[in-house]
Structures are given as structure tokens and as C-alpha cells.
């Protein structure tokens, strides 16, 4: 059974998923530390000299050959929340607390070199001391002009940063005493400064609380990062006599472990998609399943295809189900408990976690599979989340897309992990994109996508038996004036060959499947006087008249008695697209077929020559 879950289940099974990473190897317990990007290194001598300031930053080609920069991450002291605050970090921090640069430079460096001395002052190592002596002689004064042009463009470019302190290039983190000094002092103070001691909200556990939840790095929305739990949960006017932080109350330790395990997701691609659309990070994981199958889940989810660095098991997998197989590969585990969440910070203030569902393996993803399955439409693959909003969103000027600001995304995400109906505003709205398009395009006929969703959601919201390919059975007006309709552009596009492109009838689309009875009409009354008159009159072409007005008469009178509909329901509507589609689709790949078959002929034709 599929169930959906609030935050505080996520936090739990964000504490188990932790345990899971320990047992397999995937993270060591250090508390204190965290992996964080460093773009620079400051180095200096044994005497607190610098010798350079270099970057970290590497080039790569992604999997389309692109290049793309890549800042490395290494672990560090934990950073914790500041804020507006000058709260100093250990070993590295920005070059305004390291070097002092900037408006608030000499007050971010001098508790910069205080914590250093507190934390270092009885170190007996050459790296301790030459950190203690470039803190004792660096000149604030001149801090800037000390720089080369290229550093000076390398500092700008990288002003929020990290920059690592080396000595001799030797950093503090792979040295000894040093590592062993902030253990010591990690362990005294918290992560968090914290002074109270209580009850963990989430385990029942007793120790000291944590004040501030830490900012979660990898959430796309939040560029700087975002707690996934409320920084103030009171007033911090002092008439109310509470504290400020202390949000959610939760043990440092437990903390630490629920914010590794979310950031080890949200860094790794077989465990996070970011939808771009809604600027959601959609994560996946399990702990009673390899990695292969995780990324097999959330890659059918989402419809993208990641860095498969498990083996083809998910490749393979994926394919069986866009095509609405469900036949997993060997290996993986139907029964796997899974959870898929979904979080979003375009606020920047704090993650919000959009949904939660969790079930076993083979029940998500007999959901997605029917999805897939149900938006399937002559021959052509399933439909991804994602490209369903990317069909009914309007466009900006310059033709990009406007971002999801109402959670479409995730009402349409709803419907498929929960096997329910589609948000009826997506009708609405792709019926007004599709007559949109066909205004402003010649011999227009719907994409795979828009006919593939119209029919999802015709089996999906209305119960109708919708076929994947042409359905000759079906007699719904909707269904017949489309096809109806593809029929006579059909003709028209015969009368048309060789002659220059201009407007066309498929761009009356709209006129056509809003008012069928007023349009049909003189929609004939064209037919005749132009089109199927044009094909007659020339000698190559009148036998193909016949065939083709004799197939639009037999759809004709497959109508009720009643006629040409005068108006059609939004479900009708729908009909009248995939009718539509598929008989024009029918007509295309029947052209393409006796095309195949005449170079074929030639070729047999050749070689017996």
C-alpha cells in the first residue's frame, strides 16, 4: 500500500537511510565534519607567508560532451548557521573571514584568528603553527593590493566560497593534531552553541538540543542552501520571554545524521532529479535494496535517464517500463520498501517538502508503469511528469518556459503515485495550447505527447476505453469528427502536393472541434469546390479522389442521425484530438509504408536489370 507522509517521516527515514549509508560503507560517522565545496586554496609557509592563492575548479565533459565546471568537495569542519552574524569557521571559510576583504573584513577576520588561536594555541604541529603565524602577521591594511590581477578576478568570482588554508600544502584536515584538537573541541561545544538539554522529538532520545538545524547544500532552488526544518519557531521579541532557534527539537547528534544522509542524496544523480519547471529536487532511496535499483526507480519516475554507473540493470529496466512491462530484471527486489520526497525551497528560507509517498518497489512503480502505459499512443513511448506541464505552460518571450508557480507538477505527480485522477485544469489548459499551436502552424498535427496525455486522461478521469492505435470501433461524436476532420486535411494536402506551403484547414482545428455542426458544413462546401474538384480534374489524381472521398463519406455515416454535434464537452474535446491524431498518424504511416514498398520494387527492378 502506497502511503503519504509528513515531514517528521521523512526526518525518521532519513535517520534509518543514515544507518544504511554506515553499514554499506557509503559515509563514515564524523561528527562535526561535513563535505563541502572548496573552489580555493591559500597556501603558506611554515613562517604564515602566503605562497599562493590558486583555484580548485576543474573542467569535465558531461555525458553530451559539454564542458561543465566542477568544484571539488572535501570534508571539512561543520559551518554552522550565521546568518547575518560574524561567526568564524575552522581551517576555511569565505574571503572575508579568512583574509578580511570587505565591508565587515576586520571584524570577520579577527574572530576568524581568535577561533584559530582557541582551537590551535597548544597544537605542537608545523601546520597549526604556520596557520597561528599567518593570523598574527597578516596585514589587514593591505590585504587586497598583496594579489595578482588573476587572483583578484579568481577572489571576485568566488567571493562566497570557501577557501582552504594549506601549509607548505599541507592542509589542516590531513594532519593529526590538528584533527584531533577540533574533535576535542567539536565535542565540547556542539555543533550549534547550544546550552539546552531535552527530549528528541523524532527518537525520544535525551541530549543537548539542537538550536540552529543546519543549511542543506544540492537543493537547486536554494543555491546557498536551506534547513529542511524551521530555523525560529517562536518570536524572538524579547516580551514574549522565549528563546530564539530551537525550532524543532532534536539531539546534535541526530541532526548531523539526518542532514549527511539528505545531502548525500541530494548530491548524488541515482538519487536526485531536479524538475526544473517546478524547481522541485525529487529524491529516491531505500535501505533494502542496492543502488541499482533506487536509480531504477526514480529514473522511471521522472522519465530522465542519469549517470547509470550501477550497470545496465536500470537501462534495461527502464525500458520495459515506457514500453508497460512490469518485469523487473534479475537482482532486483519487488518487495523493497522505497521512499520518494519531494523538496523545494524557491523561497530560500526553508525546504518544504512538497510530498512524501512510500510502498514497496513493484506497487510505486505499477503506478508509474500504468502511467506510462495509459499515455502510450501509436507506438510511441509513455509521457514523464515533467513533459506534461512543458506542454500546457505558456512561453515567454524569448520561448522559455514560465515557471511552475502553482504546483501543477506536483498535483500531477499525486495522481500518478497514487493511481488517481489527473488535475482537470491540465485539460483546460493543453485544449487551449493545442489551439493555440494549430493557429500559428501549418499542417498542424498534435505531438505524441499531447495525444498521448488526452488519452491518459480519458481512461484515467472519465473511464473510457481509449486504444492505443486507430480504433474503427469507436463511435463517440468526439472521436468521429476528429477523425472526420483528419480525413478532409488529408484530402486537402493531396490537392496541395508540389505546391508552395500556405495556410492550411488543420489550422482551423480549434473552429472544428468547438462547434462541429456549424463548421462541418462549410468546411464540405470547400472540400468540394476546391479540393476534391482539383483531384478530379487531373488525370493522375482522380482515381485517388475516389478512394479518399469515398473513405471521408464512410466516417460521414457513421455519425448518429442526429448529425454533427453542435457543441462538444471537454471530454469530447479530448475525443476529437485523438481521433484526430490517430487517423492522421494511420494516414502517415501508411504513405511511409508504400513509400518503403515502391523503393523496394525499384531496387528488385534494378538487380534484375
Known amino acids: 500500500m502506497i502511503i503519504r507522509k ?9 535517520l534509518d537511510f543514515y544507518e544504511y549509508l554506515l553499514d554499506t560503507g557509503l559515509v563514515e560517522e564524523q561528527f562535526g565534519w561535513a563535505e563541502m565545496a572548496v573552489p580555493m586554496t591559500l597556501d603558506v609557509d611554515s613562517e604564515g607567508k602566503v605562497l599562493s592563492l590558486k583555484s580548485n575548479v576543474y573542467t569535465e565533459k558531461n555525458e553530451k560532451g559539454k564542458e561543465q565546471q566542477i568544484v571539488p568537495r572535501m570534508l571539512l569542519p561543520y559551518h554552522p548557521v550565521r546568518s547575518n552574524n560574524i561567526l568564524a569557521c575552522i581551517f576555511a571559510d569565505k574571503a572575508e573571514y579568512l583574509l578580511g576583504i570587505g565591508p565587515r573584513g576586520d571584524k570577520a577576520f579577527a574572530a576568524m584568528k581568535s577561533l584559530q588561536e582557541k582551537l590551535l594555541g597548544d597544537v605542537d604541529s608545523p601546520v597549526a603553527k604556520g596557520i597561528l603565524r599567518f593570523f598574527g602577521t597578516w596585514d589587514l591594511s593591505s590585504a587586497f593590493d598583496k594579489f595578482s590581477e588573476s587572483q583578484k578576478e579568481l577572489l571576485a568570482e568566488y ?10 600544502g599541507v592542509p589542516p584536515t590531513e594532519d593529526r593534531a590538528c584533527v584531533s584538537a577540533y574533535n576535542a573541541y567539536i565535542k565540547e561545544v556542539g555543533i550549534s552553541g547550544s546550552t539546552l538539554h531535552g527530549i528528541d522529538c523524532i527518537t525520544g532520545e535525551y541530549g543537548t538540543i539542537c538550536r540552529v538545524h543546519p543549511k542543506i547544500k544540492g537543493i537547486r532552488a536554494a543555491s546557498t542552501g536551506a534547513p529542511l526544518c524551521t530555523i525560529n519557531n517562536n518570536s524572538c521579541v524579547h516580551a514574549t520571554g522565549r528563546e530564539q532557534g530551537y525550532g524543532t527539537p532534536m539531539t546534535e547528534l541526530n541532526v548531523y545524521r539526518y542532514s549527511t544522509a539528505l545531502e548525500y542524496l541530494t548530491h548524488s544523480p541515482l538519487h536526485n532529479f531536479y524538475d526544473k519547471y517546478s524547481g522541485m529536487n525529487i529524491l529516491c532511496w531505500s535501505t533494502e535494496c542496492d543502488e541499482a535499483q533506487q536509480a531504477a526507480l526514480l529514473f522511471a519516475m521522472t522519465g530522465a535517464l542519469g549517470k547509470d554507473e550501477s550497470g545496465n540493470r536500470t537501462t534495461e529496466y527502464l525500458k520495459r517500463i515506457y514500453m508497460g512491462l512490469d518485469i523487473p530484471p534479475e537482482g532486483f527486489n519487488p518487495n523493497a520498501y522505497m521512499h520518494i520526497v519531494g523538496l523545494d525551497s524557491r523561497d530560500g528560507y526553508i525546504i518544504r517538502t512538497v510530498f512524501c509517498y512510500e510502498g514497496s518497489f513493484q506497487e510505486l512503480t505499477e503506478n508509474i508503469r500504468r502511467h506510462y502505459w495509459n499515455t502510450r499512443i501509436c507506438g510511441r513511448g509513455g509521457v514523464p511528469f515533467y513533459r506534461i ?3 500546457i505552460c505558456k512561453k515567454k518571450a524569448d520561448g522559455g518556459v514560465i515557471a511552475d508557480k502553482s504546483r501543477i507538477t506536483a498535483d500531477i505527480i499525486n495522481s500518478i503515485m497514487t493511481n488517481g485522477k489527473y488535475p482537470e485544469q491540465i485539460l483546460d489548459l493543453l485544449l487551449r495550447q493545442i489551439q493555440n499551436e494549430a493557429q500559428g502552424t501549418e499542417d498542424y498535427l498534435l505531438n505524441a505527447s499531447q495525444a498521448g496525455f488526452l488519452r491518459a486522461y480519458l481512461i484515467q478521469n472519465k473511464k473510457e476505453s481509449v486504444t492505443e492505435m486507430l480504433d474503427t470501433e469507436n463511435r463517440d461524436p468526439g472521436y468521429l469528427c476528429g477523425r472526420i476532420f483528419a480525413a478532409a486535411v488529408n484530402i ?12 492550411t484547414m488543420a489550422q482551423k482545428l480549434g473552429e472544428a472541434m468547438r462547434h462541429p455542426a456549424d463548421f462541418f458544413p462549410l468546411m464540405f462546401a470547400d472540400l468540394n469546390s476546391a479540393y476534391l474538384r482539383k483531384l478530379y480534374t ?10 479518399l472521398e469515398k473513405e471521408l463519406g464512410e466516417l460521414v455515416d457513421l455519425l448518429p442521425n442526429g448529425g454533427y454535434p453542435r457543441k462538444l464537452s471537454r471530454a469530447q474535446q479530448a475525443q476529437f484530438c485523438t481521433g484526430y491524431y490517430q487517423q492522421r ?19 528488385s527492378n534494378e538487380e534484375a536489370a
Open 6 to 14: 509528513e515531514k517528521s517521516d521523512v526526518i525518521r527515514a532519513l
Open 159 to 168: 567571493a562566497t566560497g570557501n577557501i582552504l588554508i594549506t601549509v607548505n
Open 389 to 391: 506541464y512543458e506542454m
Open 492 to 503: 486537402e494536402r493531396a490537392s496541395k502536393a508540389g505546391e508552395q506551403t500556405r495556410r
Open 538 to 547: 487531373r488525370e493522375k489524381t482522380a482515381g485517388l479522389a475516389s478512394i
Open 585 to 603: 498518424n494511420k494516414y502517415i504511416q501508411d504513405a511511409a509504408a508504400k513509400k518503403a514498398e515502391k523503393e523496394k520494387k525499384n531496387e
